[in-house]
């Protein structure tokens, strides 16, 4: 199986035992987000200072952790911006959710909270609004107050 890096398609092809077929040299930049512009995302080389723009469909379900000033890291084929790696977690402020009652630590129970991204997660109850929370990135979930 072989995946073109551009439009992500994946063509099943039998090889002769001999041939080789050359990897894509894929760069990882390590970007920062500066700010949102007509649907367009704005990002900033660390390295060279050039601005590159994303849109809502690159960057996919990265916009639930995106925030100003954050590094990311972005792949490259070629000049052309294939998609986004982004950390493992990061942390985020809780913006609305129900106040927490005392005692609601033990019970295991969750409410939602919105977080300053607009992304909506599940917390234990004892979470407040204007806490930092460190959200997991792969997975989406809660792990813990920052």
Known sequence: KMKNVRPGSVVERTFNSGEKIPKAHVDNR???YLYENDEMYVFMDNETY???ELTKEQLGDALKYLKENMDISIMMFQ???LGVDLPNSVDLEVIECD???RGDTATGATKMAK???GYSVRVPLF???G???RIDTRTGNYMERA
């Open 131 to 133: 806490d930092v929370l």
């Open 30 to 32: 390590k970007m920062q």
């Open 50 to 52: 050039e601005q590159s």
């Open 127 to 129: 979470i407040n609004q």
């Open 79 to 81: 000049g052309t911006i």
């Open 99 to 101: 106040p927490g009652v």
């Open 115 to 117: 977080l300053e991204t």
